[in-house]
């Protein structure tokens, strides 16, 4: 597969952007080569800027499920462009995108909209803060919240300790609050709370892990956080940037039947543009600026073009309700590569929820970050490659889930099983 002018214009990239790249994941630092320079996308199907074209199962890191420019997307963005990119002020469809979220999530009455997945996690954490008065906070090693400073910790290993930060420019002081502790142990956390829960503002969680690989919840694990929480007088905060209006029109929170006090949306709800939201109860959310003390606030919170994409999504997934199609093809993906690799001798193992899944190349289940850490990396980074070669466009970490949407057909899983099957014996061969 040629790919010389991706190669050439990662070298030009690399002399002007920080890395090449405005978000790091992208320079497949994880498996090797050239990032791919992009040019278009149809439906399941992008196309590079030589001209070849993959099966997309990145979607632009998830938020496109009705997969590249659907055409009612396409059709709202263009209306919006008629009439201003920008006001700076209050906009009919705000209200229309706030009461669609609102209608299909169990835990929200009132939102608030922000332009990213990072900027709603920290402002509900902010908010969770100042309403209960409490500057702990309680996060899952290898869950993703965004890169604001309190969320950007590294975990402690066994149980939950005192974390220390994940990047440099982080303040010890940030993080000094941040407690963390394994994805699904939930008796970790239950100490915790018992012990100092007085302390704690709130425990924030990816209901369906998405950051580490995928990792569902084990039954009775957010049922407990919820009980915990409920006990200590500590908000839950269901970060749903990743599982929001994917993983159904409720969500992780309606499709698994626990409510938190907080949410955070981005992602799908944004339609493939900046968009993010969070809120809760009215109760809760009445503590925000300008009714209240909390304040958050952006100059481009609830942009015409990004609401505009956002509404035109969520109405197209509420008036056909695609999620019990697209996991039938997901479904039918999962099978097919574990049989791929069964003939081919490779051990894997897929972990899947809904319309969602990962790939690891280790055997048994992957419960939380260790389990996922221990998956052998560079058998990944040479399935990445293959696949890359053979028109699968994967994403290139192993801790990433690979999403489907609606546009994703047999044709598509087909090629896909194909190029596994060959990859998947390339690897067992040494020859890859
Ligand atoms: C992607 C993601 C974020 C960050 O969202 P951005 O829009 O990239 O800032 C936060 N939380 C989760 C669970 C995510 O998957």
Redesign the pocket.
Known sequence: MNRNRSHDEWQRAQRVLAGGVNSPVRAFGAVGGDPIFFESGDGAIVRDVDGNEYVDYVLS??PLILGHRHPAVIRALELALTRGTTFGAPTIAETDLAEELIACTPSLEVVRMVS????A?MSAIRLARGFTGRDGIVKFDGC???HADALLVAAGSGAATFSIPGSRGVPKRAVEHSHVAPFNDGDAVKKLLREKGDEIAVVAV?PVA??MGLVPPEPGFLELLRAETERAGTLLLF?E??TGFRLGLSSAQGRLGVTPDLT?L??VVGGGLPL?AYGGSAAVMKHLAPGGAVYQAGTLSGNPLAVAAGLATVRELRATEPYAAIEKTAGALETGLLAAADRAGVPVRIQREGTMMSLYFREGPVRDYEDAKSADQERFARFHRGMRDRGIYLPPSQFEAYFLSTEHGEAEIERTIEAAAATFADIASGRS
């Open positions: 890191w998830g990213s997945g990072t900027e996690a993703y919240h965004g990816e998405g950051n970060d940037v990743m955070a981005a992602k993010g």
